[in-house]
């Protein structure tokens, strides 16, 4: 299964301008990089000395970028402090041109930092700055205020779960009934631990690993996949499911009369240079193209492509239109 360059530009073209609601734990990723040439005498430990640092959008906001990154309109919902990271990752919203109106300030729970060491290509150390623990209540009226707000607007809705404290029983309740009432797809990147939460969701898009927590069935296999996502559909009532399987590319479980077994959809990518993120970049385009009313299966194979670019840079990414265009021109040319 394949897209072609003339169903793939129809399809960003449609995507330009369209709204879609983002919901979760945003992160401010931080990448420190630098050269190593010798241990340490403290310690059987390398030195890195750091020549180079970054920060990009992280969590439920790298979401957000990458939907921007495609054209679409993200409406991001979650929360941060007012200290010093925060202010870091308001900055990069509105240098990324995403609205940061739907954002909650919670005093109680610092922002979300992950600090990667890079020692020449390598990653070698991530330090978490997380303090990950369920919200207070009046945090979780604000964000609740904030999804009765953004949603009548939106064309889809992206539940980014990080398992960091946004996404909980009272604020899933909230989803369902608002996404039922206003006719929205709702898409959920998913943790295992929170797997009741996501009852009656229209999409999950779980990786190998995560589908067979969620199931508490093996899957490696094709056999395995197609049995354990059956299983995840009739136990959530979910509308459909795409599995996210590294080097094997993807399993869509779509709604078909005349093919229920899975689509199985080769992966794209031509060279794996990091993974991180690339279930943000996944459940974005796929989303953006499910919000436009397309058929599923050209959706993932959108989010498909997506993927196989996004791996084959450095850290956090996001992946532009243009970028999947020139991706496609390629892919038509060999």
């Known amino acids: 299964m394949k897209l072609d360059l003339g169903h793939a530009s129809s399809l960003l073209d449609r995507i330009r301008g369209l709204k879609v609601a983002v919901l979760g734990d945003l992160m401010l990723d931080e990448y420190l990089f630098g050269e190593v040439s010798r241990i340490s005498p403290e310690a059987p430990v390398p030195i890195v000395r750091i020549v180079r640092e970054k920060a990009v959008l992280g969590g439920a906001a790298n979401v957000a970028a990458n939907l921007r990154a495609l054209g679409a309109e993200p409406l991001l919902i979650g929360t941060l402090q007012k200290d010093v990271a925060g ?118 898009t779980p990786n190998r690993k995560e589908t067979a927590e969620l199931s508490g069935l093996p899957a490696h296999s094709d056999l395995e996949i197609a049995t354990a996502g059956k299983v995840l559909l009739d136990g959530l009532g979910l509308s459909g499911l795409l599995i996210t399987r590294s080097e094997k590319g993807m399993a869509l479980f779509a709604p078909d009369a005349e093919h ?51 791996v084959a840079k450095m850290g956090t990414a996001t992946v532009t239109a243009a970028e999947l265009l020139a991706h496609y021109h390629e892919q038509e040319a060999l």
């Not at 990667?116 to 990950?132: A, S």
């Not at 009226?141 to 009548?152: A, F, K, M, N, T």
């Not at 959809?265 to 990091?274: L, Y």
Request: hydrophobic share 45%.
């Open 87 to 204: 202010e870091r990752l308001l900055d990069l919203l509105a240098r990324s041109g995403i609205s940061t109106t739907g954002l909650v300030m919670d005093p109680s729970r610092p922002t979300i930092i992950k600090t990667r060491v890079i020692g020449q290509t390598q990653q070698m150390l991530r330090i978490d700055r997380e303090e990950p623990r369920a919200l207070d209540e009046n945090a979780v009226l604000e964000i609740v205020r904030q999804l009765r707000s953004c949603l009548p607007g939106a064309g889809a809705l992206i539940v980014s779960d990080y398992a960091k404290g946004i996404i909980g029983p009272q604020v899933m309740d909230e989803v369902r009934e608002l996404c039922m009432r206003h006719r929205i797809s709702w898409i959920v990147d998913p943790k295992p631990t929170h797997r009741a939460l996501y009852q009656g969701a229209t999409l999950m």
């Open 260 to 310: 229920s077994d899975p689509w199985m959809i080769p992966t794209m990518a031509q060279e794996v240079f990091d993974v991180s993120g690339a279930g943000d970049t996944v459940i974005a385009a796929f989303s953006a193209a499910v919000a436009t009313g397309a058929d599923w299966k050209d959706a993932a194979m959108l989010a498909n492509a997506a993927a196989g670019v996004v």
